[in-house]
């Protein structure tokens, strides 16, 4: 009734061919963005926004760094933590050489450095699929992850061993360090992580998306179009990591303030991949959703108890937060083995055809 | 029309979702002392993190039960669960700070120094007991941070003081020693090294590091086959968690002699030698707090919380195990931090400040620690402005079997050698930190 196309004429191929065809879609993604830059800022709590959506925001641009490669090219990888924490020492080296420069600037560079590490690391991609490459990127998890502990020289020969960050600023605003106010944060990341899904969703449309999943799909037959493997798979490798480098920044910098390599584990790798998995292989909206329900939701039930009331101490409702993520993982992945992008895409479909589904 | 009203409720519901979630769930309320307690009973390090859980808040449950609070004023705990993980407490961090929380004990290394610059922005002190950043004991860079009663910089030099006695006497017999140093390879297990690289150019001994990652703790064979080729004469480790008993139980299999290997004091939990069996006998670790139920202070813990089953200690024997043992010092040092803040400002109910002051005048005699049942539980303890952590006397204790025994006196770290390492790597940290606040609170006596 109120998601229907009806009377919506397309006159042009640029209205054919837009991202949102709908106009309940575009005026949906208005509302969206206005709550986002504009509500949430004016209501929320500051930990609301530090402890939620800080974090989701981070985590959704690393899905989709992640799901570029994974959904979109069809290489299967466990070194996004890795590659997280490239972005992140690489930004922290930046940051202390060249401290007067505009931190936003140093977070976005850091990417190139992930996507360089990232490239070396898509090498083997070119002779070898599926599990076996996801071995071979777990050799990066492990050799990036010793190379953090190992190196004294990218954590500046501090005798704990971790990155700690100092106040920086961007247009005169402290973003980084204890003293950087939650919203002027908040407002970063989102700027970040909207400008790159915006950036990701034109990508992944034009040719570079298209061939990406030629690769994804069969490619032998890509290869006899004329899509060369070894350079789109690099390439694939090389923006997927640029993302997860600029998130594995923003992690550091924008949300936590200091962090152990420990940070960067195989854990990280393996949270993002469940997001990835959960929100829907190939979909820039799922890359949201998985974080929502990965990152949001355990916060969320942890908060129940003590809103209701009940007398359950902390662990017990950590143990139990384990046991409902996990049974709704499995539930999810068994009513819609496609993630939570295509349920939303089942629900759409259901909603233009209302009253009469089928 | 349809789209702008679907549009307009659309944000309605949103704000209206947003605006219940903002709302902090609990507001403290007026007349309590709130502490949250940052707690790890789940993950890998629960081993070490629930006995210490329970004495913090068993403590603290035990005043509001025998005293009614401290001054007539009821404490508050609230346990955030952080699975000692880094992200989960600063989540935790994060969601008790709107409360007015008086202090925060993290209970990890990783979760400590993300709150020391927190701490002196948002005003709420922190005390990290025996761990976390050594050079925050000193006061003037840091007011914020309490490291009491020691830093790993003097539990590193007390083993190798203690090592020196073993060995006669005299620092110079450590000379052509092979000393060997396990450490959990992470924040909290690097800390110690360099003073060690220091002491092993100074006293003329070879240091052999064996590094074990966080995700290998519970299997450190590779390690000790390196250690059985090495052969140090004396072993120190730093562990925590599942580590610690995986490595007692690894020397005693390789036959290391036992009296030579030497934790730190969180090395020294019950569960820690124990699956060992009799091969774990002889372990020794530092400590500097009393273990077993022989305290009054403990018995009044046994009467007035455990036994009207208030706590949740999983049996009595539990009771007044090193660790948990660790827990009720922790909370005593708060608790003793809020009299100290009550009898300065003369108010009730304090806050965040003047705890932070309360901390710094904490002066803890002999006097008192009877008074409060604590003869021998602990050395006696003094804070100033300058030093947060005091460097105070530790003792060495030796595993029977059954239980730990204190097999030396009380003695003092190597102060005249950490304090200028301290000052030292404070400024660094500072200089690494800039802009770093200027200590701006005024030094209260």
Redesign the interface.
Known sequence: M?YREAGQYKTSYAADMAVFPI??DR??I??ML??AFV??PL??????L???MI?FLIFTLATIGLNILTGYCGQLSLGTGAFMGVGAYACYKLT?IF?ETNILVWILASGIFSAAIGVVFGLPSLRIKGFYLAVATLAAQFFLEWAF?RIPWLY?Y?????I?V??RTAFGVVLT???AGTVERYFAVLAIVVLMTWVASNLLRGWVGRSFMMIRDMDIAAELIGVRPLRTKLLAFAVSSFYCGVAGAMMVFF?????????F??NLSFQILFMVILGGLGSLIGSYMGAAFIWILP??IR?VP??LGLPI???T???INFVIIGALIIFILIVEPHGLARMWQIIKQKLRVWPFPY | M??TR??LA??AI??VA??G??????QAQDGELFIPLL?Y??GPFAGSGIPIANGMADYLTMLNERDGGIGGVKIRI????T?YN??KG??CY??T??NDPLIYNPYS??IT??LI??A??DNIPVLSMAYG???AADGNLFPWVFNPPDTYWDGASAIIKYIAEQEGGDLSNLDGKKIGYIFL???YG??P??LLEQFAKDYGFTLTQY?V???QMQNQSSQWLNVRRDRPDYMIMWGWGAMNPTAVKEAAKIRYPMDKFIGVWWSGGEDDARPAGDGGKGFKTLNFNGVGQDFPVIQDILTHVVEPGKS?VSETARVGENLYNRGVMNSFLMAEAIRTAQEMTGKKVIDAADMRAGMENLNITEERLKEAGMEGFMAPLKLTCADHSGENDVYVQQWNGETWEKVSDWFSPMKDVVRPMLVK?AEEYVA????WPERSEPCAQ
Request: charged letters at 15%; a negative charge.
């Open positions: 109120l106009r309940q005026i949906g208005a509302v206005a709550v509500a949430i209501v929320a709590s500051p930990f609301f530090a402890s939620i974090p202390s401290p502990i500046n501090n005798a704990s061993g971790a700690e100092s106040t360090g204890p003293t949300w936590l303030g200091a962090a152990e390599p420990s940070a584990s195989i916060v969320l908060m003590e809103a101490e902390a662990a409702v950590e143990h | 349809t789209s679907t549009a659309g944000m949103a704000a947003f605006t979630l903002a709302t902090p769930a609990a707690t009973r789940t609230e346990e955030c669960e699975g880094t992200q600063v989540e994060e969601s700070k709107a290394t990783g120094l993300q610059p927190k002196s922005v950043l050594s050079a390879d992470a924040g690097r800390e090294i360099p590094p990652p966080a995700d949740q790597a690494s930190n800039q802009p």
